[in-house]
């Protein structure tokens, strides 16, 4: 059991320190990536059952292999969670967001809801044993929640730049905008050295104060530029 817990902490760290680095990103999480990943899921799955059928993998590795690697779950969505939250607050006070029901209400609520899942999960407050695989399972769950409350749907524009879902973008790297329709705002930009471009929905009655702030960053960037 000690060592159980002491591999499950080693990992979690591990998850901790790699989830900060934010080196993965949702945008590169395509439906190619999630096959291989599914496959290599499988593959060891039935590898590691027909190795416990034929004792070579016993029940006591088995659950020490199981928590470690809820442990690396957990580590990685709270490290990316903590990453994203220090991202947000070194780009500043939101000056506009679509917080429209659909596009931050439920996804909040949604959230909060698999940390409460989480928490019970791991039995810490009922009268279940708290053993290794479930308090690391609960604790992945609860990481699911803390990423969820980080991420928005729609574009944040903060005050030294613009968050989409996980990415952040300075205005310095703001090129232009257009709208594709009533409602729909296209914004440009560079990321990495490459022009890009993200589309969201903006309500009508909001139109005119999202136009102002971004005209208002394109002569703040023009300013710099000719200083």
Known sequence: MIWTIISAIIVF???????????????????????????????????????????????AIAGAFMASIYALVAGFLIGNSYGQYNSKLEL??????????????LPNLIALTLIIA???RTSIFNDLAITPIRFASGLSIVGLGFLGLTLRL??????????LIDRHVLWKDFISYKW?????????FLYSDVLTSYRTVIPMEERVRIEALLKKKLIEKLEKESD
Do not use: M
């Not at 500043?92 to 209400?105: H, P, Q």
């Open 118 to 120: 989480g928490i019970a």
């Open 154 to 163: 729609t574009p944040e524009f903060r005050r030294k730049g613009i968050v």
């Open 13 to 59: 760290s591990f998850g901790l320190w790699f989830g900060n680095k934010k080196t993965l990103h949702l945008d590169q999480i395509t439906l190619r990536v999630c096959l291989v990943f599914s496959t290599i899921l499988l593959t060891l799955f039935l590898l590691l059952r027909l190795l416990n059928d034929i004792g070579l993998f016993p029940e």
């Open 92 to 105: 500043g006070v939101i000056e506009y967001l679509n917080r429209s029901f659909a596009a931050d209400t």
């Open 180 to 188: 594709c329709d009533e409602n729909v705002l296209e914004i440009e």
